[in-house]
C-alpha cells in the first residue's frame, strides 16, 4: 500500500481547523461575486499567487479580508460542508472546528448566522458521511478583553451548540493573560479550554495559557521545546499539541519541513497531534500534512499510527465514541 493510501486510511481527529481557513480561492470568487462583495484580488490565480507570507501577520491580513466574501448561513454551510467533504476523503472520522465569530460580527454579520450555517453543515456531515464535529468558538487576540466578552454574551444563548473556546489571532505582544478572566468565565459555563500559543510566541506564552488561562490542549506549542522543564511537564500531565506541519512552513516558524521538531517532541514522549491550520492557504488538507512531514523527517508507518492514535485520544470525544475509531486503527495498523 502506497503511504498516501495507508495515511488515508488511519481513522483520525482533525483539532486544528480554522474554518475560515479552508476557504478556497474557487469558492471565495464564486460566495464574493453573489454577494456583491469586493476582494483585494482580480482572479483566483491572483489569489493564489498572494500566498506567500512572511510571518503569521501577514497571512492573517489576507485571511481576514478572504473571510468577507462570507455572509449569509448558506454561505458558512458550504463553507464547512466542503471542508467536512475533504476531511472526509483523508481519513478524518472527526473534527472540532475552530470559529472566528468576532471576524464576522464586525462586518454586521449576526452570530447566529454564522452558527447556525455551521451547525446545518456539522448535522449533515454526521447524517451523511459519518464525520462527527465539535464547534470550538475562537476569541481573537489581537481585540481586547471585552470585545471577547462581548462575544461571549452573544454565545450565550447558544452555549449547548458550542463545545469550547480557544484564543487565536496576532500571537506576538497578546500573552494569554490578557484573557485570564474571560477564560474563567467560559469555564465556569461548562465549557473546554484550548489556546494557540508557542506559534510565533515564546515558551512562556504555553506557560501562562496552561496555567492562568487551564487550557487542556495547546494550539501549535512548537516553540514549548524550547524549554526543557516545560516540555516535562506537558509530557507528565499528557498534554497534547495540535501540530501544522505545512502552517509553520509557509508562516516560516521553521525555513523548512527538515527542520521542523515534530519527529524530536515525539521522541521526547510528548502527545503531538497533526493538523492543516488553514489548508486553502498553505497547501494542503489533514493527509498531504501527514505524507509531507513523513517523507520529511522519515517517519516510519508507527509513528504515522500514533500520531493518528494521539488525534483521536486528544480530541473532546468521550471514550465510548473513541473505541471503533481506535479498534479500527489498530486494525489498519496490523494490515
Ligand atoms: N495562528 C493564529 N491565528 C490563526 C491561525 C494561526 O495559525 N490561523 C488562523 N488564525
Ligand atoms: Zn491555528
Given amino acids: 500500500m502506497d503511504l498516501m493510501t495507508f495515511i488515508r486510511r488511519l481513522p483520525k481527529a482533525e483539532l486544528h481547523i480554522h474554518i475560515e481557513g479552508s476557504l478556497e480561492p474557487e469558492m471565495m470568487f464564486d460566495l464574493a461575486r453573489r454577494n456583491g462583495v469586493a476582494l483585494p484580488y482580480a482572479s483566483v490565480e491572483a489569489a493564489r499567487a498572494a500566498y506567500a507570507f512572511e510571518d503569521l501577520q501577514s497571512f492573517l491580513d489576507l485571511y481576514y479580508a478572504g473571510a468577507g466574501a462570507l455572509l449569509h448561513g448558506q454561505d458558512f454551510y458550504e463553507l464547512a460542508m466542503a471542508y467536512f467533504r475533504r476531511a472526509h476523503e483523508d481519513g478524518v472520522v472527526h473534527a472540532e472546528l475552530f470559529f472566528d465569530p468576532q471576524t464576522h460580527t464586525a462586518r454586521g454579520v449576526a452570530f447566529e448566522t454564522v452558527l447556525d450555517g455551521l451547525e446545518q453543515a456539522a448535522t449533515e456531515a454526521k447524517a451523511q458521511l ?151 492557504y498553505f497547501g494542503g488538507y489533514i493527509a498531504q500534512n501527514f505524507l509531507e ?25 468521550t471514550r465510548a465514541e473513541q473505541a471503533p475509531w481506535l479498534a479500527q486503527l489498530e486494525a489498519v495498523a496490523e494490515a
Avoid: W
Avoid at 506559534?199 to 524549554?227: K, N, Q, S, T, W
Avoid at 517523507?295 to 493518528?308: C, I, Q, Y
Fill in 130 to 280: 459519518g464525520v462527527s464535529s465539535r464547534l470550538i468558538l475562537c476569541f481573537l487576540r489581537h481585540l481586547s478583553e471585552a470585545d471577547a466578552f462581548a462575544t461571549l454574551e452573544h454565545a450565550r444563548p447558544h452555549l449547548h451548540r458550542i463545545h469550547a473556546v480557544g484564543l487565536d489571532s496576532s500571537e506576538l505582544g497578546h500573552p494569554p493573560a490578557e484573557f485570564e478572566r474571560v477564560f474563567a468565565c467560559c469555564r465556569d459555563l461548562g465549557l473546554r479550554l484550548v489556546a494557540h500559543a508557542g506559534e510565533e510566541g515564546p515558551p512562556e506564552y504555553v506557560r501562562e495559557a496552561l496555567d492562568r488561562l487551564g487550557i487542556e490542549r495547546v494550539d501549535h506549542g512548537v516553540r514549548a521545546m524550547e524549554d526543557p522543564v516545560l516540555v516535562d511537564k506537558l509530557v507528565r500531565e499528557r498534554v497534547p499539541l495540535t501540530v501544522c506541519p505545512l502552517s509553520n512552513v509557509r508562516l516560516r516558524v521553521f525555513p523548512d519541513l527538515a527542520r521542523h521538531n515534530l519527529k524530536r517532541m515525539l521522541a521526547r514522549g510528548l502527545c503531538v497531534t497533526v493538523n492543516s491550520d488553514d489548508p486553502a
Fill in 293 to 317: 512531514i513523513a517523507l520529511a523527517l522519515n517517519l516510519d508507518r508507527s509513528d504515522l499510527v500514533t500520531l493518528a492514535r494521539n488525534s483521536l485520544q486528544a480530541s473532546f470525544t
